[in-house]
């Protein structure tokens, strides 16, 4: 069955004007980019542009995405951005050329799977600046654990160190977060007595300090992904309106299942919906509204959807139905009509990890 509708189309040429734009200014500064392909499901023909565009490696917390690039051809090398599972270490020796890593019994995991196979394998220590999330925590314990890893394990190369920011703790990402991140790095170098080739800054939050130009002198590393793919993170929800990047590269297409004028209030006795959640109702009076052919095991996230449709509320639905009020839409919807909706980061990851949701590619 070759389904038609809910489409993904991705809008090629806007993808690569965002990735030339936000990967030039990176350049600039004298910062390489990751390209960050879990946002879009390791999709290979995403992680080739990033190639094309200037991306010096290509990163996902798969490895599952990261075999499927490769796979595909996508030139390398790749980066895992999950600190590992020690269960995994051996596939991510043989398909990845470096990883994050915060914990050292999984360092010493790496170099034990390291000496069996033969290999070495390049690290990037991860230190917590306050999202709390992957890293140390502790300064005096990181640098140790640097020295470790430099002095203790022949197999294992220390490349660098890095930081996230904003994907846990919403912490933003400021210019005394990287400063902290450098003073910490000029610590690790005079204990090993070399230089460290990374200095990661963390992911899309941190481009920010590229963009008005903050970014302290020594951060080399961005991990990029959603500023380029989708590009709504920063404009939209942080509200930076000069970043003039495209924010339709991504646009989800569904089809009209039903169109009818009820309650806007559900009538009866209130309980959870089925997600085990209790939502709230707006009583609008009777409205006209729109049933659509996709829902949350599609999109996530349902309210964060754009529609492209003039007066479309977006009001929910459950897995497989997408809620609207149009009563304000100046169309006069049908059945089988098509209507079109920009995604947030959360609508993107759910699209493209769906089988069943086909992918168009525009090239023009």
Not at 128 to 143: A, I, K, P, T, Y
Not at 247 to 274: C, H, M, N, W
Not at 284 to 311: S, T, W
Not at 321 to 341: Q, S, T, Y
Request: glycine share 10%.
């Amino acid at each position: 069955m070759d389904r038609q509708f809910p489409r993904l189309e991705i809008n090629v040429p806007h993808l690569r004007q965002n990735m030339e734009d936000v990967i030039g200014k990176c350049s600039a500064a004298g910062i390489s980019v990751c390209g960050v392909v879990k946002g879009c499901s390791g999709m290979p023909e995403i992680a080739t542009l990033f190639r094309q565009c200037g991306c010096t490696e290509i990163g996902s917390s798969r490895i599952e995405e990261i075999i499927r690039c490769r796979e595909a051809g996508v030139p390398g090398p790749y980066l895992l951005l999950r600190v590992p599972m020690i269960s995994e270490l051996e596939d991510i020796i043989a398909w990845c050329d470096s990883s994050l890593q915060s914990d050292i019994t999984v360092l010493d995991a790496l170099e034990a799977a390291c000496c069996r196979l033969d290999k070495t394998h390049r690290v990037i220590m991860m230190v917590d600046l306050g999202d709390l999330r992957e890293g140390f925590w502790n300064r005096d314990e990181f640098v140790s654990a640097c020295v470790y890893v430099e002095k203790n394990l022949p197999h294992v190369h220390l490349a660098g160190i890095g930081v996230n920011l904003g994907c846990y703790g919403s912490i933003q990402p400021t210019q005394d977060k990287m400063k902290n991140l450098l003073t910490i790095a000029h610590h690790v170098e005079a204990r090993i007595g070399r230089e460290l080739e990374i200095i990661s800054g963390g992911a899309s939050s941190s481009y920010t300090l590229v963009h008005w130009g903050t970014m302290p002198e020594g951060i080399n590393h961005l991990r990029l992904g959603e500023c380029m793919l989708n590009a709504r993170d920063l404009q939209i929800d942080w509200g930076i309106r000069n970043m003039n990047l495209h924010t339709d590269s991504f646009v989800l297409k569904g089809e009209v299942l039903e169109v009818r004028t009820k309650p806007s209030y559900p009538v009866g006795q209130i309980v959870i919906d089925a997600f085990g959640r209790r939502p709230t109702y707006v009583d609008r009076g009777n409205r006209k509204r729109c049933i659509l052919g996709f829902g949350r095991a599609d999109v996530g996230d349902m309210e964060r959807l754009i529609p492209h449709d003039e007066g479309v509320i977006v009001l929910g639905g459950s897995s497989d139905h997408c809620i609207l009020d149009v009563e304000k839409c100046p169309r006069n919807l049908k059945p089988g009509d098509i209507m079109a909706f920009s995604l947030s980061y959360n609508n993107m990851l759910y699209a493209t990890s769906r089988s069943d949701v086909p992918v168009k590619f525009i090239y023009d």
